[in-house]
C-alpha cells in the first residue's frame, strides 16, 4: 500500500451505533488531519494530529472522537451520530517540520479517498 | 485568515490551456499561495504553490501577480482527466503553528469538453 488509505470507504449507520473509521499513512509523515466534505458545503478541518499530539479541534462536537496511536495511524470513533452528520470524512497527512523547520518550507497534504458516511 | 474568491465554475476544450483566476487581496507579506484539486469520488490533490515567483511543474504553472492581490494557475493543455473542482488557499509561511491549516473555499468547478 503507498499513500493514504481509509477504511471502509462507505459506512451506513444508525443514530445509536458506534462505529469508527480508520486512516493510515504509508509516507513517514508526522502529521495526520480530519476533515469534513457535507453536500455542497466546502472541506471543513476537523482535527490536527502533530507528532501524535492534537494540536487543533475545530469546535468539533463530542460525539467524534479522534485517537491517534502513533504516527501512521489515525481513527476517527462515532457514536450517538446525527443524520446532518452525514458526509465524506478525508484524512490527509504531511511532514510538518515544525522542528528547526526552514522559515518559509511548506507542508503539501496528501488526502486518503474519503469514507463516505451516511447517517440513519 | 485572508480569504480568496474564485469564480464558480469555467469551461475548456480538451488540449486547449485553462487559466484559473484567484483574487487574494488581502494576502499578507508571508503568505503562501496554494492550489489543490479535487477529482469526481477522490480526495484533495496538491498541485503547485509559490509564494513571489511565478511556478512550474509537471502539472501546471502558477503565474502571481506583482503586488501579490491575485494569481492564476495555468493548465497548458487541458484533459478530460483535469475536470475538477480547483481551490486557491492561502497559508502563513512559518516553521510551525497554523502553516499547516487548509481553509478550503468552494473552488472552481472546471468542465472540460471532448
Known amino acids: 500500500e503507498t499513500g493514504v488509505t481509509q477504511t471502509p470507504r462507505h459506512l451506513v449507520m444508525g443514530m445509536t451505533n458506534k462505529k469508527s473509521l480508520k486512516c493510515e499513512q504509508h509516507l513517514g509523515h508526522n502529521a495526520m488531519y480530519w476533515y469534513k466534505q457535507s453536500a455542497k458545503k466546502p472541506l471543513e478541518l476537523m482535527f490536527v494530529y502533530n507528532f501524535k499530539e492534537q494540536t487543533e479541534n475545530n469546535s468539533v462536537p463530542s460525539r467524534f472522537s479522534p485517537e491517534c496511536p502513533n504516527s501512521s495511524h489515525l481513527f476517527l470513533h462515532l457514536h450517538t451520530l446525527q443524520p446532518e452528520d452525514s458526509a465524506l470524512y478525508l484524512c490527509?497527512?504531511?511532514?510538518?517540520?515544525?522542528?528547526?523547520?526552514?522559515?518559509?518550507?511548506?507542508?503539501?497534504?496528501?488526502f486518503g479517498p474519503g469514507t463516505r458516511l451516511t447517517v440513519l | 485568515d485572508a480569504k480568496t474568491t474564485q469564480p464558480n465554475s469555467m469551461e475548456s476544450n480538451e488540449e486547449e490551456p485553462v487559466h484559473l483566476p484567484c483574487n487574494h487581496s488581502?494576502?499578507?507579506?508571508?503568505?503562501?499561495i496554494h492550489w489543490y484539486r479535487q477529482l469526481p469520488s477522490q480526495g484533495p490533490e496538491y498541485v503547485i504553490h509559490g509564494l513571489t515567483s511565478n511556478v512550474n511543474n509537471r502539472m501546471a504553472s502558477l503565474a502571481i501577480a506583482e503586488d501579490r492581490k491575485s494569481s492564476t494557475l495555468i493548465l497548458h493543455r487541458a484533459t478530460l482527466r483535469d475536470a475538477a473542482v480547483y481551490y486557491c488557499?492561502?497559508?502563513?509561511?512559518?516553521?510551525?503553528?497554523?502553516?499547516?491549516?487548509?481553509?478550503f473555499g468552494k473552488g472552481t468547478l472546471l468542465t472540460v469538453n471532448p
Open positions: 488581502t494576502i499578507s507579506g508571508t503568505d503562501y
Open positions: 488557499i492561502l497559508t502563513p509561511r512559518g516553521s510551525g503553528g497554523s502553516n499547516y491549516k487548509l481553509t
Open positions: 490527509a497527512s504531511s511532514q510538518d517540520r515544525t522542528s528547526g523547520g526552514a522559515l518559509g518550507s511548506y507542508n503539501e497534504q496528501f
